[in-house]
């Protein structure tokens, strides 16, 4: 069963921009696919595995040290 990617795809947004992250960036770190976010912007679906998935990404993700010197 698959899931809408549309409030997926919304979330990533703000994520992206609140982190100032580029969509390649967040794709790799998240999905280890560089191309996860265009896909899903044209129109990819996610099974719901990949939801929680990226969804926990997102509430766990951390700013080291070293990128915010940088």
């Known amino acids: 069963m698959q ?5 997926l795809v919304d ?7 609140d ?3 580029s969509p390649v960036t967040f794709g790799r770190k ?9 896909q899903l912007k044209n ?4 099974w719901p595995e990949t939801d929680v998935r990226v969804r926990n990404f ?3 993700y951390r700013v080291s040290n070293a990128s915010i010197a940088a």
């Open 58 to 60: 997102m509430a766990t």
């Open 43 to 46: 129109g990819r679906r996610v």
């Open 3 to 7: 899931t809408d990617t549309l409030p």
């Open 19 to 21: 982190h100032a992250m």
């Open 11 to 17: 979330a990533i947004s703000i994520f992206i921009d």
């Open 30 to 38: 998240a999905m280890r696919d560089p191309h996860f976010v265009s």
